[in-house]
């Protein structure tokens, strides 16, 4: 469950201290119809705009122009989407679930947070944007580690020996 409900909310608590701040949903579902209805209620401006599905170039600059993922989930295999974030240099800001907890590294490359305290959300979001400098870097050498060019020697050993052969290079 994305919970994106919970961004909306945070995000309406962080715009009375950031009165510019745009909030961009990439993504479609079932759920966006009552996203933008309460969006429309707890923020006055065109602030969030909702942009349905996107190809994969599209998400790449929107990620490099953001100052921070969000990713409330209530629970999370191992996206993706945060990786992406993370090689683009944009900080993740999560719940402390699943594959979540192995990427991201509080206060180094994103922030764990409670996602059903806006107050407490906004307050983290607030924190990334002052931290934005600091945390780029940071994320951009922790993808490094799930890099094709370092993940897939050990995928092909995996492979190799759950098959009972030897490998011989």
């Not at 006055?44 to 993922?69: K, Q």
């Not at 806006?118 to 580690?145: H, M, N, W, Y």
């Amino acid at each position: 469950m994305k919970q994106l409900h919970l961004a909306i909310e945070a995000f309406a608590a962080l715009k009375q201290i950031y009165p510019d701040a745009s909030l961009v949903i990439a993504g479609d579902g079932e759920e966006r119809s009552n996203l933008e209805i309460l969006a429309r209620k707890r923020i006055t401006d065109n602030s969030v705009n909702f942009l349905g599905e996107v190809d994969r170039t599209e998400v790449a600059a929107l990620l490099r122009t953001s100052v921070a993922l969000l990713m409330p989930s209530a629970a999370e295999g191992f996206p993706m989407a945060a990786i992406e974030s993370l090689a683009s240099g944009t900080p993740v800001i999560c719940s402390s679930t699943g594959g979540l907890t192995d990427l991201v590294r509080d206060g180094i490359n994103g922030y764990f947070v409670d996602p059903s305290s806006p107050t407490s959300f906004a307050a983290t979001l607030k924190r990334a944007i002052e931290d934005f400098p600091q945390l780029g870097r940071a994320c951009v050498d922790s993808a490094q580690q799930y890099s094709i060019d370092r993940v897939g020697p050990l995928v092909e050993e995996a492979l190799v020996q759950s098959s009972g052969r030897s490998t011989s290079h």
